[in-house]
């Protein structure tokens, strides 16, 4: 289960602007996030954090 809230805050908190969340049709699973202007699906959001954390 994805929590959702946690993620928009974890982006917002990096300076993200996230405009929108959108749950994609149950037959899909996913989410969709509008961050910084572009759409965004949680495995594309999950590569954006990661790539930000402190190596």
Not at 10 to 30: M, S, T
Not at 31 to 55: C, H, M
């Amino acid at each position: 289960m994805v929590d959702i809230d946690l993620l928009v805050e974890a982006l917002r908190k990096r300076g993200h602007k996230v405009e929108g969340v959108f749950k994609v049709p149950d037959n899909a699973g996913d989410y969709e996030l509008i961050v910084d202007g572009n759409t965004l699906n949680l495995a594309e959001t999950r590569q954006l954090l990661e790539s930000e954390e402190p190596k």
